[in-house]
Structure formats: C-alpha cells, structure tokens
C-alpha cells in the first residue's frame, strides 16, 4: 500500500479499558455491612434502653449541666488565649528574663497531668488559708482568710485555663514565626510602628496557622471539663449525668445523653472552626477567593500604564534570505 494513503488513513483508536479497583467494592461492602450489624444492634437490643434516653435528653439538671459545661470550656479558653498571648511574645523577646519565664511556665503545666492541676487548685485553700501581705518576716499589713463561695468553679477556670495556656503558647508561637521576617523588615521600612506591624501585617498572616489547632484545642477544652470534679465542681454535664444514672441504676442511657450533648456542641464548634480558617485562609486557598477592594482596583488600573500606551521594544530584523 502506498505510504500516502496511509497517511491520509483514519487512526485507529484504542479500546482503553478502566482500571479496576475491587480494593474499593471491598472495603465499602465490609464497612456497610458493619454498619448495618451496628444499626441492627443499636436498635433491637433493649438494654440501651432509649425509652430511659429519652426521658433524660431534655431534663432539667442535664441542660443545666449542658449550659455550665459551655460556660467553663469560654471561661478558661478566654484565660488561656489570653496569656498564651503574652506567654508568646515573652518568649519572643529580647529580654532573657522574659523569655525563660515564658519556658517555665511552658514546661511546668505541660509536663504535670490537668488532673493533678485541678486537684492542686481545689486544694488551694489547705494549702494557703491565710495570704499575708507585709514586710517578710515582719509585721503584717494585710491578713486574707481564703474561701471559695464559688464552690470550685473559680479553681476550675483557673486549672483548666492555666494548663491550656501553656499548650496554646506553644501554638500561637509557632503562628508567629510562620511568617516571613522579610514581611516585618519591609513594615519596617515603611516606618509602620512595632503595633501597627503585628496588628496589619503579623497576626492576620499568622492567624491561618493559628486557628486550626485552636479550634481543636477549644474542642479538647469541652471533654476535659469533665475533669473538674477533681476540684470538685459538681454542676457540669458529665456529673450531672453521672448523678441521674446512680439516682436510677441504669448508666447506659445516660452515657448515651451525655454523647449526644458532647457530640452536638462538638459540632457546632466545627462548624465555626470551618468558618473561621475560611475567612483567614483568604488569598491562600484556592477554594476560596480574596475579596477584591473596588476602590484600591480602580486605582491601581488608573496608575498602571495601560498595554496600548507601553513603547513597542521589540525591534526589526531583516529576515535571513531563503537559501
């Protein structure tokens, strides 16, 4: 055959099979079967007792208990937040007196377990009954008798708070030094002050590191709260539930209320995380785009030379003669 009629000839297409993935169907077959096993048991067996799961969901003492549990996790990350801020910036100064400060406060409520914390603060009255202020070894001028007539909840802040503190600390430090210095030397030389620097330029470049592992920090804060009664404090979800199940002998469904309660504002606060790093993760993550300013648009296409009026540099060659 003529190699020009091949040429011309129409191509031949292939017959692409798909791979195949039977990993796939298997896995998915085993996990759906699991899960109708599960299904299957969660709601045939009777000793889950959701008749008892449903009396309890909405009472009185576990919303309370709900509402307290909400109020600790604010309270003590609202303390946290705060000196871990100061704790990161000392730990970024040129004063060495701050900067080991910070470290041991690092080390010490990292390296001992929340529990004895909380077991230290509401023991804080035996071990301090009295706090004397005057001339040391002298006379005294002021003499405090120490009480708690909050009934733990002040120890419980206080030991959930200064524990986290140590932890987010750590994170906001590392937020801080994911920026590049060149971004402070540049702010800088625009003669920005060290404020001004850190509240336009650092922290809102800082904080898409910041806010994923606060927020699941935030979310540790909610189930370590059922730690204080350590201190004691007896009005948070987990005793709450705890009581009602000893008060009518059946545990089982009111560790299932108090899941459900854990699982539910777990939710929401992802929710909000999710929001959160959206709106910081601006101009950085391809899925969602950075808000367009009309105005500073408007002006920077008036400055910039437009393409019609740039000088044409390109010059003309004499083309080579064919050969």
């Known amino acids: 055959m003529d190699s020009r ?45 959701w008749d008892v799961v449903g009396t309890y969901i909405l009472d009185t003492k576990v919303v309370q208990g709900v509402m307290w549990t909400l109020f600790l996790t604010f309270a003590s990350m609202v303390l946290a937040i705060v000196l871990a801020i100061l704790l990161a910036f000392m730990r ?20 001992t377990p929340v529990y004895t914390q909380l077991l230290f603060w509401g023991l ?24 708690d007539p909050t009934h733990g909840l002040i120890p419980a802040i206080l030991g959930l708070g200064l524990n986290e503190s140590a932890y987010l600390a750590e994170i906001f430090r590392a937020g801080l ?18 404020g001004k620097i850190m509240r336009r330029i650092i922290l809102p470049q800082a904080m898409r590191v ?30 709450a539930t705890n009581a009602l199940a000893n008060r009518i002998y059946l545990p089982i469904p009111l560790l299932i209320v108090a899941a459900f309660w ?9 929710v909000g995380q999710h929001f ?9 993550d391809n899925r969602v785009p950075a808000t367009v300013n009309p105005a500073a648009a408007k002006a920077s296409a008036a400055v910039a030379p437009s393409a019609e009026a740039e000088p044409d540099l390109k010059m003309d060659f004499p083309e080579e003669e064919a050969k």
């Open 92 to 111: 970024q100064s040129d004063n060495p007196v701050f900067r080991w400060s910070s470290w041991t406060w690092v080390w010490f409520f990292r390296g």
């Open 262 to 270: 854990y699982l539910l504002v777990t939710s929401l606060l992802m």
């Open 177 to 194: 030094k994911s920026v590049d210095q060149g971004q402070h030397e540049a702010a800088e030389a625009l003669g920005m002050t060290k």
């Open 276 to 284: 959160i790093e959206a709106h910081y993760g601006k101009g950085v």
């Open 124 to 147: 804080a009255t035996v071990l301090y009954p009295t706090i004397v202020l005057g001339i040391p070894f002298g006379p005294a001028a002021i003499t405090w008798v120490t009480s």
């Open 210 to 239: 910041i806010v994923p592992p606060t927020g699941n920090e935030t979310i540790g804060m909610l189930k370590t709260t059922s730690l204080v009664l350590a201190v004691p404090f007896t009005l948070d979800l987990t005793f």
């Open 5 to 49: 009629q091949d040429a011309h000839a129409a191509p031949v297409l292939n017959n692409a099979v798909p791979v195949r993935h039977p990993g796939r169907w298997i896995s998915a077959i085993i996990i759906v079967g699991v899960l109708l096993a599960f299904l299957q048991s969660l709601f045939t067996n009777p000793n889950f007792r």
